[in-house]
């Protein structure tokens, strides 16, 4: 009888170490699509829509995150807050990187006018590759609520030619938004240096579908 418990003892350790070890690898992975801001608040990982008309590549997003409340302070004090959206169109290859076809980048400068209590939203495009600036447009708010809402929202956004896609490649875009501490008041980027609090970052990717990339 006791040879029997021994023989058995093995197996059952053995196979509640593999169910372990699936759990440690699969948790990242459920957590993957809950971000988290400097204030600790989940962010909703964005939702891309691509479409492809005239030759071109667009891309719009939305998703949500909630301002930390240090910047949102800075705002106020009439400091800008600069924001920046990056989006890569990546040609997948088995054997080695994925090659980089595209990538472009959309900068917003938020700024709070404490005279008129008004809040401005500056944004431009440009390409990654040789820093060309694109078209930029500037508007005007009469909250915060309504200026954010701007910021979480991108519409009909030129990412590449269609040109540019390889016939029969598969294609990902790659698209990661963050606040940019780097445009900051000197001072001020010294002090955000390893405070979580200024940090808001939120990505994802698309894998093209073979109707866009045809």
């Given amino acids: 009888m006791a040879f029997t418990t021994r023989c058995f003892r ?18 990242p992975a459920a957590r993957a699509g809950a971000v988290q801001d400097g204030a600790g608040d989940a962010v909703i990982a964005p939702v891309l829509t691509i479409e492809r008309s005239d030759n071109t590549l667009w891309l719009s997003a939305h998703f ?3 301002l930390p409340p240090v910047v949102e302070d800075a705002l106020l004090k009439g400091i800008p807050i600069y924001f920046v959206t990056q989006a890569d169109l990546l040609r997948q290859r088995w054997y080695w990187f994925n090659h980089t076809v595209a990538s472009v980048q959309r900068r917003a400068r938020l700024a709070y006018h404490p005279l008129t209590r008004r809040w401005r939203l500056s944004t431009g495009t440009q390409s990654v590759a040789d820093a ?3 078209l930029s447009l500037s508007q005007n708010f009469e909250s915060l609520p309504e200026a954010m809402a701007a910021v979480r ?4 956004w030129k ?8 016939p029969g490649g598969q294609h990902q875009v790659q698209f990661r938004f963050e606040l940019d501490t780097a445009e900051l008041p000197r001072p001020l980027q010294i002090g955000t240096l390893g405070q979580s609090d200024w940090v808001v970052s939120v990505s994802t990717s698309q894998v093209l579908s073979e109707e866009l990339a045809r």
Avoid: K
């Fill in 10 to 27: 093995r197996p059952a350790l053995d196979a509640l170490a593999w169910l372990l070890a699936l759990a440690l690898l699969c948790w």
């Fill in 64 to 66: 949500n995150f909630v």
């Fill in 132 to 134: 060309a600036p694109g």
């Fill in 153 to 156: 929202r991108i519409s009909h």
């Fill in 159 to 166: 990412i590449a030619d269609l040109s540019s896609l390889e």
